[in-house]
T-cell receptor, first 115, second 111 residues
Framework: EADIYQTPRYLVIGTGKKITLECSQT?????MYWYQQDPGMELHLIHY???????EKGDLSSESTVSRIRTEHFPLTLESARPSHTSQYLC??????????????FGEGSWLTVV | DAKTTQPTSMDCAEGRAANLPCNHS???????VYWYRQIHSQGPQYIIH???NNETNEMASLIITEDRKSSTLILPHATLRDTAVYYC????????????FGKGTRLHILP
């Protein structure tokens, strides 16, 4: 079982509100990722981090921002939510280096609905 | 863009072996082949990975061709619970690799 947790699992929020999706892992992984996925569609990488104070944009442009102040924590923030942000957001983490240490583990996802 | 191509969907009868192909013709020498699956809208689940040799674990077997340009994931006795989207990805196990998922193969297990 992977020790990676996302909160909230489900969130319905009004347009213009600021939201933060939380992601924590207790595996000591250096690398963390955020993916966005609409129902029935493919996963899109929106942010990733190689370690503390490292953040990079993914392949899909996103209005969200991320921070990595602590190894175990990788929150995603939307300053002003819009209906187009309605989606599932999946957080993941991965170790580095060893053969068995590079499996990527996913959280259960956060379903965001902006009304 | 994902570096792999997979069929969009496949059907397999329950109890039979499901063989899912993946092409990765531009794979480089230090890239591993990973397989994940996503059931409904849960987070993807790791299945297996390999570099050159065939690999087997309790979930599946991975057959990689000698030239490493393609691979096949084998679920030996498919059950209804194996219905999912299966992703084949290639990645370097380095500090700065980003992991890109393609569209995957939607596997339907038929009763």
């Amino acid at each position: 079982e992977a020790d990676i947790y996302q909160t909230p699992r489900y969130l319905v929020i009004g347009t213009g509100k600021k939201i933060t999706l939380e992601c924590s892992q207790t595996m000591g992984h250096d690398k963390m990722y955020w993916y966005q996925q609409d129902p029935g569609m493919e996963l899109h990488l929106i942010h990733y981090s190689y370690g503390v104070n490292s953040t990079e944009k993914g392949d899909l442009s996103s209005e969200s921002t991320v921070s990595r102040i602590r190894t175990e924590h990788f929150p995603l923030t939307l300053e002003s939510a819009r209906p187009s942000h309605t989606s599932q957001y999946l957080c993941a983490s991965s170790g580095s280096g060893a053969w068995t240490g590079n499996t990527i583990y996913f959280g259960e996802g956060s379903w965001l609905t902006v009304v | 863009d994902a570096k792999t191509t997979q069929p969009t969907s496949m059907d397999c009868a329950e109890g039979r072996a499901a063989n899912l192909p993946c092409n990765h013709s531009t794979i480089s020498g230090n890239e591993y082949v990973y397989w994940y699956r996503q059931i409904h809208s849960q987070g993807p689940q790791y299945i297996i990975h390999g570099l050159k040799n065939n690999e087997t674990n309790e979930m599946a077997s991975l057959i990689i061709t000698e030239d490493r340009k393609s691979s096949t994931l084998i679920l030996p006795h498919a059950t209804l619970r194996d219905t999912a989207v299966y992703y084949c990805i290639v990645r370097v196990n380095s500090r700065d690799d980003k992991i890109i998922f393609g569209k995957g193969t939607r596997l339907h297990i038929l009763p």
